[in-house]
């Protein structure tokens, strides 16, 4: 049984940084993306960030620019920094990580409360 362990969310002020962890219970390669997910009171998940196999990244459009996805093979853990954050960055965020013949895996998810 693959396992995700978020780790990284807390309270924070407006402007400030923090940087969400998901270690993985076995070798990363494993997968084909991995992504962060978030999710509002009263909303529905939305998608934040994405690394692929082959190393590319994409963005949603209301972080760009602030939040970067990384990832460390040697610790089967994948990164997303997040700076600049805003009030509305406010939720629950969660990682996803899907193999290559299509199995998704979530994470529990780590609460990241941006105070204005």
């Known amino acids: 049984q693959v396992q995700l362990v978020e780790s990284g969310g807390g309270l924070v002020q407006a402007g400030g940084s923090l940087r969400l962890s998901c270690a993985a219970s076995?070798?990363?390669?494993?997968?084909?993306?991995m992504d962060w997910y978030r999710q509002a009171p009263g909303k529905q998940r939305d998608f934040v960030a994405q690394?692929?196999?082959?190393?590319?990244?994409y963005y949603a459009d209301s972080v760009s620019g602030r939040f970067t996805i990384s990832r460390d093979n040697a610790k089967n853990t994948v990164y997303l920094q997040m700076n600049g954050l805003k009030p509305e960055d406010t939720a629950v965020y969660y990682c996803?990580?899907?193999?290559?013949?299509?199995?998704?895996?979530w994470g529990q998810g780590t609460q990241v409360t941006v105070s204005s």
């Open positions: 996803h990580f899907r193999e290559f013949d299509g199995y998704d895996y």
């Open positions: 076995i070798s990363i390669f494993s997968f084909n993306v």
């Open positions: 690394v692929t196999s082959g190393g590319n990244t």
